[in-house]
């Protein structure tokens, strides 16, 4: 029962979510699963550690997938290049068993999401800025007039 509220709860903050806290989603996805698979090998469960590493596997494809190269070709394909790399770390580490992929892996991610991050409350603050200029705009001028 708490499982299905859980998921209903996961389920409602994707789809009302902007694109942008998606993207920020998926990072700290594929954080938590990297993370989890790290310390399932360190406990030798090695079942587990190839499946989590499978979900985080999957949702550094899915971060590759979301690349717009008709928008910003260079960029991308430096993106492109650094998800291949984080994914060949994580397929390493689950071939492997080697935990310290996981960690160049895990470096990566983090740092990304914290530019990520970095990157919303930029875009929020320039926002709320515009936001104000707008309805400071659209009140009526106030005229002082001295006598």
Same mark, same amino acid.
């Given at each position: 029962? $708490? *499982?299905?509220?859980?998921?209903? !709860?996961?389920?409602?903050?994707?789809? #009302?979510?902007?694109? %942008?806290?998606?993207?920020?989603?998926? =990072?700290?996805?594929?954080? +938590?699963? $990297?993370?989890?698979? &790290? #310390?399932?090998?360190?406990?030798?469960?090695?079942? $587990?550690?190839?499946?989590?590493?499978?979900?985080?596997? /999957? @949702?550094?494809? %899915?971060?590759?997938?979301?690349? /717009?190269?008709?928008?910003?070709?260079?960029?991308? *394909?430096?993106? $492109?290049?650094? =998800?291949?790399? @984080? !994914? +060949? /770390?994580?397929?390493?580490?689950?071939?492997? /068993?080697?935990? #310290?992929?996981?960690?160049?892996?895990? &470096?990566?991610? *983090?740092?990304? +999401?914290? #530019?990520?991050?970095?990157?919303?409350?930029?875009? &929020?603050?320039?926002s709320t800025s515009i936001a104000t200029v707008a309805v400071r705009a659209s009140e009526p001028a106030?005229?002082?007039? &001295?006598?």
């Amino acid at each position: 029962m $708490a *499982g299905e509220s859980s998921n209903e !709860y996961l389920k409602n903050a994707v789809l #009302t979510a902007p694109p %942008e806290q998606l993207q920020l989603m998926l =990072y700290d996805g594929a954080i +938590r699963f $990297a993370g989890q698979a &790290r #310390t399932a090998m360190e406990q030798k469960q090695f079942d $587990a550690s190839c499946e989590l590493l499978l979900k985080a596997q /999957r @949702i550094v494809l %899915e971060l590759q997938n979301g690349l /717009r190269p008709d928008v910003n070709p260079s960029l991308c *394909g430096q993106m $492109a290049a650094l =998800y291949q790399f @984080i !994914y +060949r /770390r994580l397929v390493d580490a689950n071939m492997q /068993r080697d935990a #310290t992929a996981i960690d160049d892996a895990l &470096r990566i991610l *983090g740092h990304q +999401r914290e #530019t990520w991050d970095l990157l919303i409350q930029k875009l &929020r603050e320039n926002s709320t800025s515009i936001a104000t200029v707008a309805v400071r705009a659209s009140e009526p001028a106030k005229l002082s007039i &001295r006598c």
